[in-house]
């Protein structure tokens, strides 16, 4: 290791740090101008044991945004001198205001320190930090001065050069994270800068940052080295502030900003305890309640159980509308095509397929809202914040709660969340725990269920299932943890940005970008799915029936016409409504018993031994196995193979119910959908993010998983004779 040092000293203004450059330099020490700028430059020297150091004193600064020349110098020469070592002077009384300087610093990705300075005013004014727990949160040492009576000088210098050293191994600063959003436009930029070549003092993510910041310095220097490079770079960086303003009606800066202190935020709830005249604002005193260790989880509780019965209840009249429009395009189809196969297509494959699921729209779009709502307002954090113990009986913490969250929308983009995680095991275990997580997907096969047969407690019936969820989750990843992923847990800071009122532009455009997702799937892999399943259910399209069923419509249509010719006004209309019922009746034997001998009737036969201890029978057990392309297929193959035709939603209730299919048998089929494999998007997902082991271990463990769940469920429910 080199035995000449330089440790640059950085702060804010009045935190102590000249006091302390003072006590270690002593008389050693010069005082200039830094080159080219008037601002004063102080540097020093120190003997310690074997080393020669070399201490700069930074210009005070509370930020390193570059309004002002102290600014611009002070990370100009973390950047470009590149000191062996950045010691952050932290007034110990006043953490909040010194940790937005702090965190800057930390993004030039540098090796670092934090000295809690004045901590004689912090005891003082009651104020405790616990140091090893910020240590561990941040990564780096932390150490506690007391700069006028130069008490922890000494330390303060011996874990600079152990950190040092530990850099000179191998060691990496941790990145500060923020809220999804801002990280997604920060990794672009970080991406397109690496993919350009283009070489800029500073780690990549802090250029990406200050370009997003709209940085003139950083702009201009990426100008000066590749115009081309730049101009594509600058444009992407347009989009992306675009982006952010759109959503947030406010300056990338600012939502950043807002960010940052979300940050400080959960460093303060982490290790400051006895915080006396402390700021106390909207959010703190809405904290008080919301993030309680007694309270809060209830509160959570409560909010995730009124956003299923408002998904269902508020959802029931939109979803009327629809049906009744799908019933109405059905019919006109019906009357105005002439019989043939591709008319029995369109209505008994593309309209039941489709028209199935479409009716679930609304729903959706309302799942979707409250999940936005709850990370426009900040309660998102708030969430994983309250997780946090029950994360760590799955060796996990409170940020892995976040993906998991969003799993409730869609799981795709839940697993590329887990990117946020540093510890890999952590990413890998959150990754295989969040499948648990019941996306938007399968909310048609519980309305469809739940409304059938609990229509006065379905709400609830579905928040039960999303809570068992995340129940199976927290015990896999238990499960997990032991057996593969043994270790130590990763430390965390959780954000708490401030709470905000939620701008319903946002939201609606939260809302509608997942909902365009689901609108997608209705002509792609429903679409098709539903054609193939239509497909194998209607041919051969020759079978040898058990009965004449024409020759028998025939003979019952006679008789009543008969019966009908003979018998007065009233009593013909009551014989009218009784031949309807009696041939629809026929219908429905025949089209069961021409399904029975399709080719999709037969694979039902060889998947029937597998499901029919669970209680599925084997209509159910082919749409389940349809499911692994979409959940929404899940419905769409029920509405097929249940011939509801034109009929709408209310049909396919009747059919389930006529199949044989009881509530304990209903339970058992959507508790298997909230477990078992997910769609192949997701599967492809584990793949591309974790590995192709991974992705496999998951497609096979959520399948046993549901089966022996769906058969725990099942099984009980016969022997307390709820069957």
Known sequence: MNKHLTLALAGNPNCGKTTIFNNLTGARQKVGNWPGVTVEKKEGKLKFRDYDLTIVDLPG???????????????????NERPDMVVIIIDASNLERSLFLAIQILELGRPAIFVLNMADVADAKGIQINEAKLSQLLGLPVVFTIGNKNEGTDHLVEAAIDEILRFDQGKESRPIRYSPKIEACITKIQADLIESGVNMEGAFRWNAVKILE???????????????????????????????????????????????????????????????????????????????????????????????????????????????????????????????????????????????????????????????????????????????????????????FIPMLMGFGCNVPAIMATRTLESRKDRILTILMTPFMSCSARLPVYIVLAGSFFPDRAGTVIFGLYFLGILIAILSGRLFRKILFKGEEAPFIMELPPYRIPMVKSLVIHMWDRGKMFL????????????????????????????DYDGKIHSVKAEYARKIESAGPQAAEALDQQLALVLADIHHKQARERIAGSYIGKIGKVLEPVF????????????????????????????????????????????????GMTALSALSIMVFVLLYVPCFATVMTIYREASAVWAGFNLIYTTMVAWGMSFLVYRTGMMLGAG
């Open 612 to 659: 029919s201890p669970i209680g599925i029978g084997w209509q159910a057990s082919v749409a389940l196995v349809s499911g692994f392309v979409a959940k929404e297929v899940v419905v769409s193959t029920m509405g097929v193979l249940y011939g509801v035709g034109h009929e709408g939603g209310e049909a396919l209730e009747k059919a389930l119910k006529k199949s």
């Open 214 to 400: 709209d940085d003139k310095v950083i702009k201009t220097r990426l100008q000066e080295i590749s115009a081309p490079a730049a101009e594509r770079i600058l444009k992407s960086a347009h989009e992306s502030r675009k982006r952010i303003q759109t959503l947030f009606e406010d300056d990338f800066e600012i939502v950043l900003t807002d960010d940052r202190y979300g940050v400080i935020a959960g460093i303060v709830k982490e290790t400051v305890t006895n915080l006396a005249g402390k700021r106390i604002d909207i959010s703190r005193n809405i904290d008080l309640v919301l993030t309680d260790r007694f309270f809060g989880i209830p509160v959570f509780i409560f909010f995730i159980w009124a956003m299923f019965q408002l998904t269902f209840s508020l959802g029931a009249y939109p979803m009327g509308w629809i049906e009744s429009a799908v019933s109405l395009l059905s019919s006109g189809l019906e009357k105005f095509l002439p019989a043939s196969l591709l008319k029995d297509l369109l209505i008994n494959g593309v309209m039941a397929g489709i028209g199935s699921v479409i009716v679930f729209l609304p729903n959706i779009l309302i799942l979707f809202f409250c999940i936005a709502l709850f990370e426009d307002t900040g309660y998102m954090a708030r969430a994983a914040f309250l997780m946090d113990r029950v994360m760590h009986t799955a060796g996990l913490h409170g940020k892995s």
């Open 520 to 547: 997608k799937k209705m002509g792609g892999v429903i679409l098709v799915g539903s054609i193939i399943i239509w497909g194998l259910s209607n041919f051969p399209r020759h079978l040898s029936y058990s009965e």
């Open 61 to 79: 600064t509370y930020s390193l945004t570059p309004f002002s020349i102290e600014e611009i110098t002070a990370r100009d020469f973390v950047i």
